[in-house]
């Protein structure tokens, strides 16, 4: 099956900074996803996004699926954004079951 | 998009006991799931709960451990039985719409075993 790694495991950051966070799969996805668990334990879905660039406010995605990657950044960063980051994808082509990263952790400091 | 709800938010269980959280979804769902989440760990997938027939469960989980339920589209259970403190976790359903397979979460479940 699939094999997900997030980089980095931790960030830190102070208010008003810009972050990329990276996310890299073993097999060729077409259901990559990108989820926000607040410090509640809530997991917001952020972007799908299988191919292509996506931009929801100050948060975009980039996923190059030829290269099995994809980006998450984060500009301008808030202390609403501290919380951990997943990346997700099918662990094979075609199923809608997620397997996940182990996650950025991410904290923003006023 | 799908609003998801669950219940208990959490509980706090004696061992050899069994709790049974429900989840409900505002909107039909063609996929239904069910995530385990261990203290400071990434999810890890119990089973796709399945309408009306037998859930499909991962490697790890059986089904005497976590019978689930989904007798419509729109509802689903999971019972952690005969607990221990190593079942302590947070336990979260989520769907997708189909379409664009966008998966929604509901809010978890946090259980504690003593």
């Known amino acids: 099956g699939i094999q997900v790694e997030q980089s980095p495991p931790d960030l830190i950051l102070q208010e008003g900074a810009n972050s990329t966070l990276r996310c890299n799969f073993s097999?060729?996805?077409?259901?990559l996803q990108w989820f926000h668990q607040n410090p509640w334990g809530q997991l917001i879905n952020l972007f799908y996004i299988p191919s292509g660039t996506k931009q929801n406010g100050r948060l975009s995605a980039t996923t190059v699926a030829t290269e099995r990657y994809s980006l998450l950044y984060i500009s301008s960063s808030q202390t609403t954004d501290s919380g951990v980051y997943f990346c997700a994808g099918p662990p094979q082509g075609g199923s809608e079951k997620l397997v996940f990263g182990k996650g950025t952790k991410l904290t923003v400091n006023p | 998009s799908a609003v998801i709800s669950q219940k208990p938010s959490r509980d706090i269980c004696q061992r050899g006991t069994s709790l049974t959280i429900q989840c409900q979804v505002d909107s039909q769902v063609t996929m239904m799931f069910w995530y385990r989440q261990q203290p400071g760990q990434s999810l890890t997938l119990i089973a796709t709960?399945?309408?009306?027939?037998?859930?499909?469960?991962e490697s790890g989980f059986v089904i005497d451990k976590f019978p689930i339920s989904r007798p419509n589209l729109t509802f689903s259970t999971l019972t952690v039985s005969n607990m221990s403190p190593e079942d302590s976790s947070i336990y979260l359903c989520?769907?997708?719409?189909?379409?664009?397979?966008?998966?929604?979460f509901g809010p978890g479940t946090r259980l504690t075993v003593l």
């Open positions: 097999d060729s996805v077409n259901n």
């Open positions: 989520s769907g997708d719409t189909g379409g664009t397979d966008t998966q929604y």
């Open positions: 709960a399945n309408q009306g027939s037998e859930a499909t469960y």
